[in-house]
């Protein structure tokens, strides 16, 4: 632990037993804190209400009177962000899971080791340095402005909300594209509540989530006696959504039989009952969406031709959230007001050292994926500000060790390196003697890259983009953070130089 983090700290220990408080005291004397006790629950948490509040707490769960749980509850409605740390005698499953539930940093056996006291006050101390120094992403948007839920400023996502826009209008049949969790039944619903039909039934059915032999009766519902089981005449999906939109989702797992009929209701409007004899008229716009490539699967013959061709009007690709990173924020930012609003979750922040993380992952589960990490991650962190640390580790592999920036003079230390006009690796194992001034190594490249077409600052930034990036092994979080660069930026380098990422 940095001594600017010990620096002056304050800890309170709540406990009914003098002999505890006295050991402890002892025990933390190995740092420059400010130490204060009280020694009962109703104590503490009068202590806590008068302020200032303390650094770091640490609170007996059993003593007379009010109990640590209770005193926890009280001190954490006074200050949400204030860590705890609780104590026990009885680490028992009941004992963590309340302490962990109701917002504790941790918690802690009887009788203490000294190490473990003392791990645990620097972790938490580090933590409140954290937060304390980490510079919050601002929040940039209203949710009031997405009520849909479809967030995004991105090129590619402007793309898709002027398509939304342009079939409004019209009762065109539109097909939606893209990977499993990038948000296309929420086009689908964009376009019905942009519509003439805004005030008309919405119904999304899932087609992979029903079985063959039931999706028709589903759809277009079925006579009594039409076939075992049917005790009574059912209505179907297209009866009930008369005048309004239907969003048949995952449409590529259709059956063969189904589609026929589809294709029927777009030609001719009208469906037939599972076991009746006559055609019922429906009113109904049809929007369509799959993640598989119907191009494909159509001179397979696992899908219609003529029904591709009927749905395939107007398509609407969803992008995937690996192309739109930086959408990331807003996302993040619209998940957690939203979570707040439920009251699931006191967390309203995420540091600019978190938004960089994840920023760095490839979301192979798209919006989807980082909707639950938000969820995970705010449920997970101990403050108001979810940090690096409270992603899920799985998502932490994208860190930069220690986040911490690259010394300057770091790409220019060795005289081979530089000698082979910046074609080797730069970890080539260098002498002491061969080594270079920063200024020397400076001189060197100017001079040795002036014979190039390419201007000289436009070559080095080239090269050192590719060296960064392969030092990361291709992550572009960790390469932007040795370039001291954001990562927006990086990428606009690679495109420039045409690298492969």
């Avoid at 539930?101 to 340095?129: H, Q």
């Avoid at 029903?210 to 005790?231: Q, R």
């Avoid at 716009?285 to 001179?299: C, D, F, G, Q, Y």
């Avoid at 080095?460 to 930026?489: D, F, W």
Wanted: aromatic share 6%; charged share 25%.
């Amino acid at each position: 632990m940095s001594a600017t983090v010990a620096q002056n700290a304050t800890i309170l220990i709540i406990d009914d037993d003098d002999e505890i408080r006295y050991s402890l005291s002892r025990v933390l004397s190995f740092g420059n804190f400010v130490i204060t006790q009280a020694a009962s629950g109703e104590e503490g948490v009068a202590a806590v209400k008068k302020g200032p509040a303390p650094d770091l707490i640490f609170l007996d769960i059993r003593m007379g009177g009010m109990s640590g749980i209770e005193a926890l509850q009280h001190i954490r409605s006074v200050n949400p962000k204030q860590l705890v740390v609780l104590m026990t005698a009885f680490g028992t499953a009941q004992t963590a899971i309340e302490a962990m539930k109701f917002g504790a940093f941790d918690y802690i056996m009887k009788p203490f080791e000294p190490a473990k006291v003392i791990s645990l006050v620097e972790k938490a101390l580090e933590a409140i340095a954290e937060m304390d120094a980490v510079g919050d992403y601002k929040p940039t948007i209203n949710s009031e402005d997405y009520k849909e839920g479809i967030v995004g400023s991105s090129a590619a996502m402007q793309e898709v909300f002027k398509i939304i826009g342009q079939v409004t209008a019209s009762d065109v049949t539109v097909m939606i594209t893209g990977e499993s969790g990038t948000g296309k039944e929420l086009v689908a619903r964009s376009i019905c509540q942009h519509s003439h039909r805004a005030g008309k039934p919405f119904i999304a059915v899932n087609c992979a989530a029903i079985p063959d032999n039931l999706i028709e009766s589903e759809l277009f519902g079925h006579e009594k006696g039409s076939f075992t089981g049917a005790t009574g005449q059912r209505i179907g999906k297209f009866e009930l959504c008369d005048g309004g939109t239907i969003f048949l989702d995952e449409i590529g797992d259709m059956a063969l039989a189904t589609q026929t009929k589809i294709l029927r209701v777009l030609q001719q409007g009208d469906i037939q009952r599972v076991g009746g004899t006559g055609t019922i008229k429906v009113d109904v716009r049809i929007i369509a969406a799959t993640n598989k490539n119907l191009e494909e699967m159509v001179p397979a013959k696992e899908f219609r031709e003529d029904l591709y061709y009927r749905l395939n009007v107007v398509r609407i690709k969803m992008p995937p959230l690996r192309d739109r990173v930086d959408d990331i924020p807003q996302i993040v930012d619209f998940c957690l007001q939203n979570l707040v609003k439920q009251r699931k979750t006191r967390v309203s922040k995420v540091s600019r050292e978190a938004i960089e993380v994840l920023t760095g992952h490839n979301w192979p589960g798209n919006v989807r994926e980082l909707e639950n990490v938000v969820y995970r991650s705010a449920v997970i962190a101990q403050g108001d500000t979810i940090l690096p640390k409270d992603l899920p580790p799985e998502i932490q592999v994208a860190i930069p060790p220690g986040l911490a920036p690259v010394t300057t003079d770091a790409p220019f230390k060795s005289s081979e390196t530089a000698a082979a006009g910046l074609s080797r690796s730069a970890d080539v194992p260098v002498s002491e003697e061969n080594q270079l001034s920063v200024e020397e190594a400076l001189d060197f490249l100017h001079d040795a890259l002036s014979v190039e077409e390419q201007p000289i600052l436009n070559r080095i930034e080239e090269e050192m983009v590719k060296r960064a990036l392969t030092a990361a092994s291709g992550n572009q979080v960790r390469a932007a953070e040795r370039l001291g660069m954001t990562r927006t930026t990086l990428r606009k380098r690679i495109e420039t130089y045409g690298l492969k990422p």
